[in-house]
T-cell receptor, first 111, second 118 residues
Framework: EDKVVQSPLSLVVHEGDTVTLNCSYE??????LLWYKQEKKAPTFLFML????IEKKSGRLSSILDKKELSSILNITATQTGDSAIYLC???????????FGEGTQLTVNP | DSGVTQTPKHLITATGQRVTLRCSPR?????VYWYQQSLDQGLQFLIQ???????AKGNILERFSAQQFPDLHSELNLSSLELGDSALYFC?????????????????FGPGTRLTVL
């Protein structure tokens, strides 16, 4: 069965800190890895990483896919209170478009 | 705003009842996915439809069913409701089938329906 594990499950930092969130996966047919940010409502898409695109960056957020280690990291630099959310990692299979999600990392950024 | 709409936002009902959740995908998207998010199990894939046909099934209970209509909106029907069915139900949409080369084939989520079964 496909499996996605995120760590840590919870993280509390101060504004300005840099954080690294981890995601490891085991899937039969890997197509892509996605990061989502979930505040009080729906997951909001951040990045998609595929075999042809293993590093993405958008402002203070960046993500890298390590195909050899079957893992990904999401970095957030100069954190702000608005970054407080649950960050979800999901993998997509080749055989179907279902997403298998990890448990998420609850990030709290204190002023 | 992702462009995916879901109604209702909140639903409170009693055990044994039946409810219908509705989803309208983003304009042009052919695939619709349903997910359940509960406190103890995280986000779980239920079912996928592509252009009106069932494409993939996850851990969906037999008491649950879904369909996608010709106008591409989708409905998730939950029957014989139990307390444990209380959760957030999300619909997501994407342009098309998996296996496509296009990197834009990303799933965008609707705001969800919060179901409370009393």
């Amino acid at each position: 069965e496909d499996k996605v594990v995120q760590s840590p499950l919870s993280l509390v930092v101060h504004e300005g800190d840099t954080v690294t969130l981890n995601c490891s996966y085991e899937v039969t047919n890997f197509r892509s890895l996605l990061w989502y940010k979930q505040e009080k409502k729906a997951p909001t898409f951040l990045f998609m990483l595929t075999s042809s695109g293993i590093e993405k960056k958008s402002g203070r957020l960046s993500s890298i896919l390590d195909k050899k280690e079957l893992s990904s990291i999401l970095n957030i630099t100069a954190t702000q209170t608005g970054d407080s959310a649950i960050y979800l990692c999901a993998v997509e299979e080749t055989s179907g478009s279902r997403l298998t999600f990890g448990e998420g990392t609850q990030l709290t950024v204190n002023p | 705003d992702s462009g995916v709409t879901q109604t209702p936002k909140h639903l409170i009902t009693a055990t044994g009842q039946r409810v219908t959740l509705r989803c309208s995908p983003r304009s042009g998207d052919l695939s619709v996915y349903w997910y359940q998010q509960s406190l103890d199990q995280g986000l779980q894939f239920l079912i996928q439809y592509y252009n009106g046909e069932e494409r993939a099934k996850g851990n969906i209970l037999e008491r649950f069913s879904a369909q996608q209509f010709p106008d591409l909106h989708s409905e998730l029907n939950l029957s014989s409701l139990e307390l444990g069915d209380s959760a957030l139900y999300f619909c997501a949409s994407s342009p098309g089938l998996a296996g496509r080369v296009l990197s834009t084939d990303t799933q965008y989520f609707g705001p969800g329906t919060r179901l409370t079964v009393l």
